[in-house]
């Protein structure tokens, strides 16, 4: 019986042929949480009696509110790292989780669990990759496998090419729209097509990143040339094996779609919901102003990102409100550094903060205060995601991002593409 990559995986893990809806116990490549989700993992871990069971496939990464910029904050910071110098196992402190996974650590076909909502963002790579809760990290730390219900998955076929100022954040604010915010509940999406197969691993990542925002277990795109070129530059060698790495022809999906990027213009989605998505051309007419611009997160920091950023800001050499730019890992950080991005946005007045989460989840580096406008390259918009609950996010791609930083108001970036 033919099986989807989801199925494929689940089985290699669980020693089995299993399908959707079979419950497994399966064993676990990577286990992560960070400084935000370990410590609600400490006292479940305590009650299990337990070591970890695989302290070199186990890390935590400081990276949600790193440097802590308050007391208590830092005094968590410092009952992580206890539990972790007691149990061996390492603390990254080099970024966001999920982009450190994928530069660092994580292969194709792998299984990772991980205590935060965007780990689907890893699938990327053609690895399942599923978050949990704190109580079930635990659980994985101590037995080094968890159990799951294997999920139906959603086949969504991409094709077209991006048209100037359309990029990977638009097309999945279209998926949104579509499917809304818990469309995807408990299911996986797998993002297949022409397009996908000429997307980077960068681009890919903002895909798998957004399916989160749609109720997805994870994400996944079939591991091919791209990925295998990607993880050679990144000093990890593999031979993908299309027969346990790509969706049989025949395999079942609860929901199939398809999307023509070539028909996408540039979007933006309204507070405070994924699936309030406009065209960002429409909104200009209303000359919104813009109290802050944030370029960044597990979404949207990447080089490639920095580069859109750059070419835009590079053109305009002003921004008109608050610019705050996170690169996001340590790699993205020095690359940006080499082709002289950071030195560029420090002089037209941005704001640089070190590889991490940044503002994105409100507790430091750009809180919103009441009233305040954003427009964000992350992933969420709800009231009190970024700081006062009576702040007004925007979701748009770097390059609106960019373009709305050089006007003071939310702008179409096609005017300087």
């Known amino acids: 019986m033919a099986q989807t990559i989801t199925e494929k995986i689940f089985s290699l893990h669980s020693l089995k042929k299993v399908f959707a809806g079979d419950f497994v116990i399966a064993n676990l490549d990577w286990i992560f949480a960070h400084d935000s989700s370990t410590l609600w993992v400490l006292e479940p871990f305590k009650k ?49 989780c999920h982009q450190v996974l994928v530069e660092k650590f994580v292969r194709p076909g792998e299984l990772v669990v991980g205590g935060d909502s ?48 359309t990029f990977p954040k638009d097309l999945a604010l279209v998926l949104a729209q579509k499917i809304g915010p818990e469309g995807a509940n408990y299911k996986v999406i797998e993002w297949t097509g022409e397009t996908i197969s000429r997307m980077s691993v960068s681009e890919r990542m903002t895909l798998t990143n957004m399916s989160a925002e749609m109720g997805a277990k994870t994400s996944i795109c079939p591991p091919d040339k791209m990925v295998e070129n990607f993880l050679k530059k990144h000093n990890r060698s593999f031979k993908f094996d299309k027969r346990q790495l790509i969706s049989d022809k025949n395999a079942k999906y609860c929901l199939s779609l398809t999307l023509d990027v070539s028909k996408i213009p540039p979007l933006i989605a309204k507070p405070h919901e994924i699936d309030k998505v406009v065209e960002v051309k429409k909104l200009e007419k209303e000359k919104i102003p813009v109290d802050q611009v944030f370029i960044g997160s597990c979404t949207n920091g990447r080089i490639e990102d920095l580069e859109i950023a750059f070419k835009i800001l590079s053109k305009a050499r002003k921004i008109k409100t608050k610019l705050i730019i996170v690169p996001a890992s340590h790699r993205v950080y020095l690359e940006a550094i080499k082709r002289r991005y950071i030195q560029f946005f420090i002089k037209i007045g941005a704001i640089i903060f070190p590889p991490g989460c940044g503002p994105c989840l409100g507790r430091h580096g750009g809180v919103l205060g009441d009233g305040e406008v954003c427009i964000s390259t992350s992933n969420r918009n709800f009231p009190g995601r970024m700081g006062s609950p009576k702040a007004l996010i925007f979701l748009a791609s770097p390059a609106t991002a960019a373009a709305s930083a050089v006007k003071g108001f939310i702008t179409d970036p096609r005017r300087f593409l």
Do not use: C, W
Not at 78 to 95: M, T
């Open 48 to 96: 299990l009696g337990r070591k970890v069971a695989r302290p070199s496939k186990t890390i935590i990464f400081f990276d949600h509110v790193f440097p802590a910029p308050r007391v208590e904050i830092a005094n968590f910071q410092l009952k992580i790292q206890e539990f972790a110098k007691r149990e061996k196992i390492r603390i990254i402190k080099e970024g966001v």
């Open 118 to 165: 965007h780990t689907p963002t890893i699938g990327a790579l053609g690895a399942l990759a599923i978050g949990l809760g704190s109580s079930d990290i635990a659980i994985a730390m101590a037995f080094g496998k968890q159990y799951f219900l294997v999920p139906d998955s959603i086949k969504v076929e991409v094709t077209g090419k991006f048209k100037r100022g």
